[in-house]
């Protein structure tokens, strides 16, 4: 009997330490298959996670791209495939992904920061107060927004399945790109 449940013990010590490892496997997924996890799309993508620090510094003085979204929402599901192609056929390489869910939810000071920097680009509340709606992509040279694109939180997703919709998303996305290469 004892050796029995030596067995078992010595098997569930073997079992735990292989899912571990996968565990850890995972750990170990650059960002760009991270992100294609998250957002099942195609590991030949342009996105980095980034720290709230980063984006609040990039956001400040830094140049590059912003991309708030989050794989719950089913809009930034929706606006991340639309944009990929896109986004890679301009050869925009590194784009920042920040998801702000947390710090929204939490009105954590990086949040208000955040919202402080950018407030002329976003939406008001019913009680005249400026939020972060997401998906939202930013375009930023020497911490001046060249350009901005955004899904509305007005529209539904059967407007956004709509082709005149989706023309419209693509069209300004790349004006916005077209501006931020030339600035």
């Known amino acids: ?35 294609s996890v998250e957002y099942n799309v195609s590991k030949n993508n342009p996105f980095k996670y980034a720290r ?6 990039l956001l400040n003085d ?3 791209i912003v991309y708030f979204a989050d794989s719950d929402d089913e809009k930034s ?11 890679n056929s301009n050869e ?28 002329d680009y976003l939406p008001e509340d019913e009680n005249s107060n400026v939020y972060l709606d997401i998906p939202n992509l930013f375009f930023v040279k020497n911490g001046k927004i060249i350009g901005h694109t955004h899904i509305d939180s007005k529209y539904d997703m059967d407007d956004l399945l709509e082709e005149k919709e989706k023309k419209k998303l693509i069209k300004e996305l790349k004006k916005v790109i077209e501006d931020y290469k030339s600035a």
């Open 1 to 35: 009997m004892k050796k029995l449940l030596i067995l078992l013990f010595i098997g569930l010590i073997t079992i735990t330490g292989c899912s571990s490892i996968k565990v850890s496997d995972k750990s170990r997924m650059d960002d760009n298959e991270k992100f």
């Open 52 to 57: 709230v620090h980063d984006v609040i510094d």
């Open 62 to 64: 830094g140049t590059g």
């Open 77 to 87: 599901l929706y606006y991340t495939e639309l944009i990929l192609d896109i986004l």
């Open 92 to 119: 925009l390489n590194e784009i920042y992904y920040y998801n702000p869910s947390n710090i929204k939810d939490n009105n954590t000071k990086n949040y208000k920061e955040i919202v402080t920097i950018i407030e």
